[in-house]
């Protein structure tokens, strides 16, 4: 019942109806039709390695649909 006139708000209500969580940042990695995630919702991560590594693991779990 809330009105969302923003992009902004629209990620936020979706991503806090599908995934339970209104965390920024909130990383989900989907495939292209948004019906499977490639691998788990995280927020933030600061570090660069780790970063590229969850960025690859989607990589890698894309490349197995």
Known sequence: GKKINSIGKKWSDVQAQKFNSNSQPYYVLMDPKGEKVLVD??????????????????IANFSNI
């Open 41 to 58: 919702p995280v927020g933030a991560i600061y570090d660069v390695v780790g970063y590229r590594d969850y960025l690859q693991s989607g």
